[in-house]
């Protein structure tokens, strides 16, 4: 069973949009009150990190070569949408997802008062257990400085026997 074991690892990162608008999408929730982030869909980095993981171990990919900019029908589309296609693709050549977690690192909004919500909405999207956690850079780098959010991704898969 050890040979068929894979292992991905997922990151993404975004800046909070130019113009200041409010509402964020992150680890599947509606963080009304913070700070849009940009991107070609939601820019929800947690669930695209996760995404990049579970496509990675399946050597399917990343998110970019699945879900990319030149992939219209995907534009503005929510990170549990990609994280849940993502999570079928990878079904459909034969990997069975095991589990993944995803660390956020930013200054805010803080994720511990939600993490449980967020662990449920993005472990309905995968079909497979989803840890979440979160930390701050102190400071360093652009989410130290407060322009944005990057997540870190795993996730362990079981390949097809054979």
């Known amino acids: 069973m050890m040979e068929r074991l894979r292992?991905?690892?997922g990151t993404d990162a975004h800046t909070f949009e130019a113009e200041g608008r409010l509402g964020m999408a992150l680890a599947g929730l509606a963080f009304p009150d913070a700070?849009?982030?940009?991107?070609?869909s939601d820019g929800d980095v947690a669930a695209h990190a996760l995404a990049d993981a579970i496509l990675s171990a399946a050597r399917l990919g990343d998110l970019g070569s699945n879900f990319g900019a030149a992939e219209p029908e995907w534009a503005g589309a929510a990170g549990t949408a990609l994280l849940g296609e993502s999570a079928r693709r990878v079904r459909a050549a034969g990997f069975e997802i095991l589990n993944a977690a995803v660390q956020?690192?930013?200054?805010r909004p803080k994720i511990a008062a939600r993490r449980s919500e967020a662990e449920d909405v993005l472990s309905a999207a995968v079909g497979a257990p989803?840890?979440?956690?979160?930390?701050?850079s102190d400071g360093l780098g652009f989410t130290g400085r407060g322009e944005g959010l990057a997540a870190?991704?795993?996730a362990l898969?079981?390949?097809?026997?054979g």
């Open 157 to 161: 898969l079981l390949a097809p026997a």
């Open 35 to 40: 700070p849009a982030l940009d991107g070609h």
């Open 104 to 107: 956020i690192v930013g200054n």
């Open 7 to 9: 292992t991905g690892v």
């Open 130 to 136: 989803i840890s979440v956690s979160g930390t701050t």
């Open 152 to 154: 870190i991704a795993t």
